[in-house]
């Protein structure tokens, strides 16, 4: 294992605990704080997000162990910091990406991956090979779950089979957290790959850099592009869009795969209580329109990592042309390690995978608006930001844009904010109207400022100011 330097001395730096964390908007969910603390879990909070809870004296105690564990923790490295330690001889660094071997677009030509996932495959392609040869003995990643039994519509899951793994096949906009299998991969002896978007990959490294045990079982890690994390409101969302009884829904399946249809078109499918389907394409959505944020965790509004910076192998959809519009999914993929590398290449050789190689500013192409709004806007909010834990960001805040710019990225701040509140308001009042009227009127006063491109865009920009 890289050698990796200490933290630095806590007692020159504030602690800070779990509720206050929590309280400032941190707390992304990933339950690595409450995995080691055998009295705490992770709960559901109000807004349809699932936050630790447990003992007041650790609830509420200033925490050195919570510093080297949470990824949004002002004490912890910073992704830069990890990337440099894990991967010391990567062939290149970009400012965007991150550190890399090599990059790839394309997808599995193996079956079932292409076909069962949302994309190309290759997420699913690459856990069920490690398992093949052997490189590990289990993967963590997220599956569906029955809703009625833990209250969860997806869950995190051990698997220890190819086929077991192709069980989480496809795309979850949905809260999940690592506590569980963090706590059997203490228990249980092996080596393990584990599955998650960027966040969730910074804590299982900042865990291997300080838990022995984690860093020496947890010895692959495979990262998902992110956007950001939606609460479990958005299912229920669906379904009064849906004229579908949330009670009755067992499955949840985001983007249903059409071949006809381009990849970008997509469609959310519930699954009923009679074996019956409600579905509709996310653009008929008061919610569907991704980039506005709404159901938003707050964390992420601080979070500057799309690709999954500290991941092994990370995966993203190609949203570019040709690849947009080809409804059998394309990936594009971030490769960290020479060892995956290998693993790659040697697959493409023998025609398993049907992939090629691509540089670094295909991938940010593919990523253009995650990471505008990741790095430019990220710089804005910080600017804003007044209350809380200050977050630690390897960017400077700046409010150096045009006004234009400035309001879309308040407005999807807003109507992440307040998409909670409303949603919440017209549940207690069981009139689902109330959330759907101000969203639809929110989208369009958002869509009005960020669609705005182009000639239109350059002449409302030259009536602003900045």
Request: with cysteine.
């Amino acid at each position: 294992m890289t050698h990796c330097p200490d933290l630095p001395d806590a007692s020159a730096e504030r602690l800070y605990s779990p509720a206050e964390i929590v309280k400032s908007g941190l707390c992304v969910g990933c339950g690595s704080c409450v995995a080691a603390q055998p009295s705490a879990s992770m709960e559901w909070d109000k807004d349809g997000f699932l936050q630790p809870e447990g003992p007041r004296d650790w609830y509420e105690a200033p925490s050195e162990y919570l510093a080297k564990a949470c990824p949004f923790s002002p004490l912890a490295v910073n992704e830069d910091m990890i990337a440099a330690e894990r991967f010391p001889a990567a062939a290149g660094t970009d400012a965007s990406i991150g550190r890399f071997e090599a990059a790839y677009v394309g997808h599995a030509a193996e079956q079932p991956f292409r076909q069962d996932g949302s994309s190309g495959g290759m997420t699913s392609w690459v856990a069920a090979e490690l398992l093949r040869t052997g490189a590990v003995d289990a993967v963590a990643h997220v599956v569906p779950t029955p809703p009625h039994e833990n209250g969860r519509f997806f869950d995190y899951r051990v698997s220890r089979s190819a086929e077991a793994v192709m069980e989480g096949a496809k795309s979850r906009y949905y809260p999940i957290e690592l506590s569980r299998v963090l706590r059997e991969i203490r228990a249980t002896p092996g080596r393990y790959a584990v599955v998650g978007i960027p966040c969730f990959i910074k804590a299982i490294n900042l865990l291997r850099r300080s838990d022995p045990v984690i860093g020496e079982r947890i010895t692959h890690t495979l990262g998902l592009f992110c956007g950001h994390m939606k609460s479990a409101a958005l299912v229920e969302s669906f379904a009064w869009q849906l004229q579908s009884e949330y009670e009755r829904v067992r499955a949840v399946d985001y983007r249903r795969k059409d071949n006809k249809r381009p990849a970008n078109w997509y469609r959310a499918q519930l699954l009923l209580d009679d074996g019956s389907k409600a579905e509709q394409d996310w653009w008929h959505l008061v919610d569907g329109d991704w980039g506005a944020g709404f159901f938003q965790n707050p964390a992420c509004n601080w979070c500057d990592d799309v690709v999954a910076e500290t991941a092994d192998i990370a995966f993203g959809d190609a949203w570019v042309e040709p690849y947009s519009s080809d409804g059998r999914g394309t990936n594009v993929v971030v490769i960290r390690t020479k060892a995956m590398k290998q693993l790659i290449e040697a697959a493409r050789g023998d025609g398993r995978l049907n992939l090629e190689p691509v540089g670094p500013e295909f991938v940010i192409q593919t990523q253009a608006a995650g990471l505008r709004h990741r790095r430019e806007g990220l710089a804005y909010r910080l600017s804003r930001r007044r209350k809380g834990i200050m977050p630690v960001k390897r960017g400077a805040a700046s409010a150096d844009l045009r006004l234009r710019r400035k309001l879309v990225y308040r407005m999807r701040f807003e109507i992440a904010r307040w998409s909670h509140g409303m949603f919440r308001l017209a549940r207690r009042l069981q009139r689902p109207a109330i959330y759907l009227l101000w969203a639809r009127n929110s989208l369009r006063i958002y869509q009005a400022l960020a669609w705005s491109h182009g000639r239109l865009g350059r002449m409302i920009d030259g009536f602003l100011p900045r």
